[in-house]
């Protein structure tokens, strides 16, 4: 067992958070691993729990964004122009008031679909399960291969039960082995908390058709769940399971499936909805869905079960050995991954000095997470060839609650970015395609609501979305601007078209540039085109005549503000808040430069940003020295808030920072605290790297992989038993977020020196990790590098383009230009940085 691609446990999970995710991009499970049944149970009888999602399995449909309340222009212009007014008499608090007024109601809730559960006990009804203690049971997620393993004895026979999720078909493949002469007693059944339609089975078939419901609001709004009969108002599913074992068929109850005498299963489960694609109405019905499912079993059984691991490992080992991590350290050696959390926060220095394998487990773990709930293909039968997948929403695609924890919707502030911020640089770049799929479907709802709510061209998305591309400010008119109310969402997310150009991913593509020009000219430019008019309507002339945005949030801080009884209170809106500047700017500045190399550069909306871009106000130090959140730079009211938006020009975004904005952003960092949520520290370690603070990240750490069995409150994040990220509760931002501020720590590339594109190794490396190597990591502009550190310094390193360039290379206070010929491995002179590259 290689500890660093492997989650062990030497029990059942006895919660969700201690089950374990498999998933293709579509159908998600979360693997119990067969919890021994009340003394008594026949066979010594264990429990395997496989709960379900599927990444469609959405509530409502694009109805939902047409529900009341409808904007007039007369109304959402009267709501906008009072609140400007107050904001501009500086009456914020009555402006916080106003603009709820523009609230609409809120997005979709991303839903628990089904579970499927396996009675598995030796037949004739003997034998019992092991000792209290588990001796001989075990549990394990091998990250490399995909693959679920649970194994333990009953009366001294074995029993075997692995599951993978294949992504081509769309099945989870589930298989029970054991060595008992006599066999095993089987049972199968399925069950949902969605509305079941219909059940049914067979001697080897069992099926639900499954209703979905038409809304579902947050648990803050009340968690209403509610149903329609009106098809087109939400969708319809199915889950299907199928066997072949060499037992005998047994009497089931309704919609069961049994067996006894049993040696050797194969089972099959896939799921299907009448989801036609990300914005695109519902289609067909729970009927249709379950004759879809049955095309997709077929497939599967006429595969067989070694055929389909084969193409599985092939398949998720091409994504998840794009790129490597290890270290020089001890190799663990215990049996659960769990009790390994908690014995390495017990070492006095934190738990990565007692255990630095943990961060490449992390690291393995974050990238397998992205590849398990992000994938495109496999459509199923009724989808055909347009299937672009969904994203990974706040849970990735593993949800067990209705409502879920805020929905389990796209989080479009920070959280479904955050997602996807390691794709690039660790070598999962196809893994973004649904992403990319949504913030299309979002141009066409968001074009509509730009011009309801706003009067303006373009495309406007809010704070909250769905799989329909929901775009409308959410609160039911009852919530706090803080987070309800922040227009300019579509400007943050086309920086991942903007990232995907950047790093040149395409270049390795069979068709390479080609590749890379339908990709900037069919996808990145109609996007980041439409993303800088809506920036352009929504700047308005200050006095001075610079160009500013009112009403203004940070998304999701407030800063003091007087009430009009004279006591202090708290308000979230003003004028120009420094992440709106920013994101402007920058979407100006990727829109030019699209244009020069696309030959655009006559677009009227270039001009219209050219023209604009030296009239934006530039970010400056305010109180304290720290970076102003507003351009007014009112008091904080929460000084030690998790969101640091106004810091996003260090990262994810590549302002220059000079002298005085590295030490803004440092003294904002500083102000902030390291105390926080799992992907708040995620985001700190970044902005960390980016400054080149080694010690800094290595507090965050500590933070950062804490186990959760102490309860801190809610804004003290950590780990799980199953190293799901916490909020808490768990977001999976946190693990996906992780893997990119490793990678950062190891290398960054976001700067230029002297025009060249700059790859600068080991600008933060933690105290933690002072021996290691990483392989294929990816540096913009599309270079893959392998590097050696030991002791701290830095020992080796390579670079491969797959286009002939020159790169800067940066480490401690060095640079050395390389010329790089296509697809030739160029080795670093490591003489040239001899005075460089201490120890952190």
């Not at 449909?61 to 904001?87: C, K, M, V, W, Y």
């Not at 993978?164 to 493949?173: G, W, Y």
């Not at 040149?504 to 800088?532: C, H, M, Q, V, Y």
Request: charged share 20%.
């Amino acid at each position: 067992m290689n500890t660093e691609h492997t989650l062990v446990y030497d029990a059942p999970a006895a919660h969700w958070l201690e089950a374990l995710p498999l998933g293709n991009g579509r159908l998600g499970a979360m693997v119990f691993g067969g919890r021994a049944l009340p003394e008594g149970a026949a066979g010594g009888a264990r429990e395997h729990r496989f709960q379900l999602n599927d990444g469609s399995a959405w509530s409502g449909s694009p109805h939902s964004q047409n529900l009341e309340p409808q904007f007039s222009r007369e109304r959402a212009d009267g709501i906008l122009a009072e609140t400007r007014r107050l904001i501009r008499d500086g009456d914020y608090a009555s402006a916080h008031e106003a603009l709820k007024e523009l609230q609409h109601r809120h997005s979709q809730s991303y839903l628990p679909f089904a579970d499927l559960y396996l009675n598995i006990g030796l037949s004739g009804g003997q034998g019992s399960p092991a000792a209290a203690n588990h001796a001989g049971y075990s549990r394990s997620l091998d990250l490399a291969r995909a693959v679920n393993s649970t194994r333990y004895e009953v009366d001294g026979r074995s029993v075997t039960v692995e599951a993978f999720a294949s992504h081509d078909p769309s099945v989870l493949v589930i298989s029970v082995e054991t060595d008992a002469p006599q066999g095993l007693d089987l049972n199968l059944r399925l069950d949902s908390q969605l509305r079941i339609l219909h059940r049914s089975g067979s001697p080897a078939l069992a099926a639900l058709e499954l209703k979905m419901p038409a809304d579902v609001a947050p648990s803050h709004d009340g968690g209403r769940v509610e149903y329609s009969d009106h098809d087109s108002f939400s969708l319809q599913g199915a889950v299907v399971a199928a066997w072949e074992h060499n037992g005998t068929e047994a009497a089931a109850d309704d919609g069961a499936l049994a067996a006894t005498g049993v040696r050797h299963a194969v089972i099959h489960v896939t799921t299907e909805t009448t989801f036609m694609g990300l914005g695109q109405r519902p289609e067909g019905t729970a009927s249709d869905a379950v004759a879809a499912a049955r095309e997709t079993l077929d497939a599967a059984t006429a595969a067989g079960r070694d055929e389909l691991l084969a193409r599985h490992e092939e398949s998720h080992g091409r994504l998840y050995d794009s790129s490597r991590l290890s270290l020089d350290a001890p190799a663990w050696t215990g049996t659960n991954t769990g009790h390994r959390l908690l014995a390495a926060n017990a070492h006095p220095d934190g738990p990565l000095a007692a255990d630095p394998g943990l961060a490449v487990l992390l690291f393995n773990y974050g990238r397998y997470l992205l590849i398990s709930s992000s994938r495109t293909g496999t459509p199923g039968s009724r989808k055909g060839t347009a299937w672009r997948g969904t994203p990974a929403n706040l849970q990735g695609i593993w949800n067990d609650k209705l409502p879920a924890p805020w929905s389990s919707n796209f989080t479009t502030n920070i959280n479904l970015q955050m997602n996807y911020w390691g794709a690039e640089p660790t070598g999962l770049a196809e893994c973004a395609e649904p992403l990319f799929a949504l913030i299309e479907a979002m141009q066409e709802t968001g074009a509509a609501t730009a011009k309801e709510y706003y009067g303006a061209r373009g495309w406007a998305v809010h704070h909250n979305s769905d799989i329909w591309g929901y775009s409308k400010p959410v609160g039911h008119g009852a919530h706090s601007p803080e987070w309800s109310f922040w227009p300019v969402a579509g400007l943050w997310l086309v920086r991942h078209l903007w990232e995907h150009l950047r790093f040149g991913t395409l270049d390795n593509a069979k068709d390479g540039a080609e590749a890379g020009g339908r990709f900037a000219s069919d996808t990145a430019w109609p996007a980041i085109r439409s993303a800088a008019e809506f920036a352009l309507d929504l700047l308005l002339e200050f006095p001075d005549g610079t160009l500013g945005t009112s009403p203004s949030t940070s998304p999701e801080n407030s800063f003091t503000a007087p009430l009009p009884d004279g006591a202090t209170g708290r308000a979230a809106a003003a004028e120009s808040s420094t992440l709106d500047l920013t994101l402007i700017r920058d979407v100006f500045l990727m829109l030019g430069s699209l244009a020069r190399d696309l030959g655009l550069e006559t677009d009227p909306v270039v001009a219209e940003a050219q023209a604009a871009l030296p009239r934006l106000s530039e970010p400056a130090p305010g109180r304290g020295g720290r970076l102003r959140e507003w351009l007014a730079d009112p008091e904080e009211w929460e000084p030690e808030h998790r969101h640091v938006s106004h810091l996003y020009l260090a990262y994810p975004g590549d302002t220059p920072l000079t002298p005085v904005l590295e030490a803004a952003v440092a003294t904002s960092l500083d102000g902030r605290g390291d105390e926080s949520t799992g992907w708040s520290l995620t985001w700190k370690i970044l902005l960390r790297a980016r400054l080149r603070q080694p010690g800094k990240v290595s507090d965050l750490l500590r933070l950062y992989f804490r186990d959760m069995a102490t309860d801190r409150g809610s804004q003290s994040g950590g780990l799980y038993p199953n190293l799901f990220g916490a909020h808490p509760p768990f977001q999976i931002d946190g693990n996906l977020g992780f893997v990119a501020g490793l990678a950062e720590c190891l290398v960054q590339s976001h700067r230029t020196s002297d025009g060249v594109p700059e790859i600068e190794l080991l600008p933060a490396l933690p105290r933690e990790l002072p021996d290691g190597a990483a392989h294929r990591l990816r540096a913009r502009p599309g270079v893959e590098v392998d590097l050696e550190w030991k002791d701290g310094r830095l020992a080796g390193a390579t670079f491969t383009s797959p286009k002939a360039r020159n790169v800067a290379i940066r480490h401690g206070d060095g640079v050395q230009v390389l010329h790089l010929e296509p697809l030739q491995a160029t080795v670093l002179n490591l003489a040239f940085f001899s005075k460089a590259g201490k120890p952190a």
